[in-house]
């Protein structure tokens, strides 16, 4: 489900239009499939990589939100576009504890909670900042050992202990699939991570929302959605084509 499109580079703003435009089709063709209307679905740009005069293109164009893996390069990106009031950063790769204080600083949104320790130093960071974050739980789906996020089992106990740190918003479930050409391997990481969160529907404490699915990318968001995700993170179906390879920015839990 990863090498079956060829990216189009988009350098002007008609370029991005029409690759955004290309999505949204794909968006809504695979709603249609499974009987879903396209506006329950979000499309979270993917900028890594991706240079601040490019995505000021990106916001003309459109983009009001941009994801990040590395914090440090949402940093340096938020700062210099600070300007663009109304663009939203959303963080979505493996942080830190340390570096928990950075993203409680600019980000409005953090998609790969996955352990109490991380969340004990956001929420205090946070509440020292005077404010709060959207947070997603990040579910290791594939058991691939390279893989960060929680085992599914381990779920419902660690969203029970999230309502005791009140500036993070609970609002649901990522992850990512297996890395694969065969729709075999990667469907069934999305239905499971969809299980997940309807159970957890029942069990989840007051104040703990499970309404979103964070799952699919570029080459595999249309599988992700007949199975339920709410939000795709797209990056090189919309800016083009990567240098770096994938693994340069997932880095692998063994490390």
Request: with cysteine; proline share 4%; hydrophobic share 40%.
């Amino acid at each position: 489900m990863h090498s079956s499109h060829s990216w189009n580079t988009a350098l002007t703003v008609e370029d991005f239009q029409r690759n955004l435009a290309a999505v949204r089709q794909r968006i809504a063709n695979a709603c249609a499939r499974v009987g879903r209307d396209p506006a329950e679905v979000r499309l979270l740009p993917v900028s890594k990589t991706v240079s601040q005069e490019r995505l000021r293109v990106a916001y003309a164009a459109g983009c009001r939100e941009l994801g990040e893996i590395k914090v440090q390069e949402a940093q340096l990106k938020a700062e210099g576009m600070s300007d663009l009031t109304d663009l939203r950063w959303s963080i979505i790769g493996h942080l830190q504890t340390n570096k928990a204080k950075h993203v409680a600083r600019f980000a409005h949104e953090f998609q790969a909670l996955d352990r109490l320790r991380l969340a004990e130093a956001l929420d205090r960071r946070l509440q020292q900042e005077g404010r709060s974050l959207d947070v997603l739980v990040q579910v290791n789906t594939s058991g691939e050992e390279s893989k960060f996020g929680l085992a599914p089992q381990d779920v419902l106990s660690f969203v029970r202990k999230l309502p005791s740190f009140s500036a993070l918003r609970v609002r649901g479930l990522m992850t990512l699939a297996v890395f694969s050409p065969h729709e075999s391997q990667v469907r069934p990481c999305f239905s499971l991570l969809r299980e997940l969160r309807e159970r957890l529907r029942e069990d989840a404490p007051a104040g703990v929302a499970m309404e979103e699915l964070s799952m699919g990318m570029s080459g595999d968001f249309e599988l992700a959605i007949e199975e339920g995700a709410t939000t795709v993170r797209v990056g090189q179906a919309i800016f083009g084509p990567r240098d770096t390879p994938d693994s340069a920015y997932w880095p692998q839990a063994g490390q």
